[in-house]
């Protein structure tokens, strides 16, 4: 089965700053996407970024970038010129590819980051 | 807007009760949809997985006959929390794929207090 581990249950950056999230996943599987999801007090899940694992490039959203390293089955966020509303927990989550849309998320534990003014 | 829509967003009722939450795919046809229930400063913990138009696949300690779940349409998922108690109470959240781009939405999430 996999498993999704964020060893990180608390984080605090600086407004400007950059920081970055860590996640490790364990998978026997080749195909499989990679997401952060965002969820601020509002409680709503907000996708930041999604990786194919088939793609050796690394996602980039705006402020928002990922080191995917595949064999070390890795996958951190990294957030540049942090704003406060940066603010909020952080999921990391995995997907397998077979299936598409119709497959679960398989969520980390969350690592709850605060943007200091 | 919204693309999956969650009702109610927050209720509270007495113990013994049943409540219902609905879940809805408003721009696409979801033949899957998928419950989570997450305790606060926790993660989201999968409970089920709603199917249309045949039974749901609920996750190992999930008690299927208190959470049932319905999914009578391509755009309606139910969860029904039967004879609640305060250790019910939670959020809940449901999430849907668009089976032509892959891409996952979620609900609003609905908070339920069991008194």
């Known amino acids: 089965a996999q498993t999704v581990t964020q060893s990180q249950p608390e984080m605090s950056v600086q407004e400007a700053e950059t920081v970055t999230l860590s996640c490790t996943y364990d998978?026997?599987?080749?195909?499989?996407?990679l997401f952060w999801y965002k969820q601020p007090p509002s409680r709503q899940m907000i996708l930041v970024i999604r990786?194919?694992?088939?793609?050796?490039q690394n996602a980039t959203e705006n402020r928002f970038s990922v080191n995917f390293q595949k064999a070390a089955k890795s996958f951190s966020l990294k957030i540049s010129d942090s704003q406060l509303g940066d603010a909020a927990m952080y999921f990391c989550?995995?997907?397998?590819?077979?299936?598409?849309?119709?497959?679960?998320?398989?969520f980390g534990t969350g690592t709850l980051l605060a943007v200091q003014p | 807007g919204a693309v999956v829509s969650q009702h109610p967003s927050w209720v509270i009722c007495k113990s013994g009760t049943s409540v219902k939450i609905e879940c809805r795919s408003l721009?696409?046809?979801?033949?899957?949809m998928f419950w989570y229930r997450q305790f606060p400063k926790q993660s989201l913990m999968l409970m089920a997985t709603?199917?249309?138009?045949?039974?749901?696949?609920?996750e190992q300690g999930v008690e299927k006959d208190k959470f049932l779940i319905n999914h009578a349409s391509l755009t309606l998922s139910t969860l029904t929390v039967t004879s609640a108690h305060p250790e019910d109470s939670s959020f809940y959240i449901c999430?849907?794929?668009?089976?032509?781009?892959?891409?996952?939405?979620f609900g609003e999430g609905s908070r339920l207090t069991v008194l």
């Open positions: 989550a995995y997907r397998t590819d077979y299936g598409g849309a119709t497959n679960k998320l398989i």
């Open positions: 998978t026997s599987e080749s195909d499989y996407y």
């Open positions: 709603s199917n249309e138009g045949s039974k749901a696949t609920y």
């Open positions: 999430s849907s794929g668009d089976p032509n781009t892959g891409e996952l939405f």
């Open positions: 721009d696409f046809q979801a033949t899957t």
């Open positions: 990786q194919e694992a088939y793609k050796q």
